[in-house]
């Protein structure tokens, strides 16, 4: 079966064993797979709906992509490695040498907002709480960039969490009770394959956070925010993670029935 419409990548038997070839070498094709997921991801998900089109489903079931990529959870992380290698690109293109070679520390940079982003790029900052003037941030005198060829997903994930979840200093003074904020609980409704279903997204909690974060900014003095963001985003993976896992298991118990149909990888 091929699908295809107008110039986009053809949905087909000769693009699965594309992938196939890739992964049978893919210390040396990780940017290459990256980059082919996300196109695909591009041409077929609908931010809108928060799915992909008919076409793309079709073919992951009819072509056994979930025994190439190993769950929707993995091709997840292909395509978003591949977005961030899109976005220093076309966004920082003098940086573009400087990325990880990685699957999962490319991931970890498609999680960085784009200031974010910037600022690993250029050096290793840290602040004392996420409304603090740029003025008084702390980096190191000789650049030291948080993204590098060297750098870990573990690297860039643990400076993501301290820089929107900064520990409070003894010293400061902002500590008596002022305001409470709570977010959707359907931040973490999913559908079988893991996806968002709720009202608010994990894209829109990050951006919710950080409007709230650029209106108090001029209260610093005054207020300090504690975000729980990281904390939630993590409570999200931990759920998709399990979703997924029952998609594997449902999928496994379903395969005896499907023998000879042709289908998936000999």
Known sequence: ????????????????????????????????????????????????????????????????LEQVFGSRGNWTKWYRA???????????????NKLPTTRDALYEIALLQPHELRLC??????????????????????????????????????????WRE???????????????????????????FGQPTGLIAPGQAVEINQKIIDLLKPLDAFVRIDSKLEHLLEGYDKRRAVAEKWMEKAEKRRRPSRKGTGKGIA
């Open 166 to 192: 900064p520990r409070q200093p003894r010293t400061d003074k902002r500590t008596l009770p002022f305001i409470t904020i709570q977010i959707h609980r359907s931040l973490y409704d999913l559908d079988k």
């Open 82 to 96: 591949g977005e961030a290698i899109e976005k220093v690109h076309t966004q920082f293109g003098k940086y573009a």
């Open 121 to 162: 790029l250029e050096n290793r900052y840290t602040r004392s709480s996420v409304t603090q003037p740029e003025a008084e941030w702390k980096r190191p005198r000789r650049s030291q960039p948080v993204i590098n060829p060297a750098a870990t997903a573990s690297s860039i994930r643990s400076w993501r969490k301290n």
């Open 1 to 64: 079966m091929v699908i295809t419409i107008g110039n986009l990548l053809p949905l087909d038997a000769e693009l699965k064993e594309q992938f196939q070839q890739l992964f049978r070498a893919v210390k040396r094709n990780t940017i290459a797979l990256a980059k082919q997921a996300f196109q695909i991801h591009s041409e077929h998900y609908s931010r809108t709906n928060r799915s992909y089109d008919k076409d793309f489903e079709v073919w992951w079931e009819s072509q056994g």
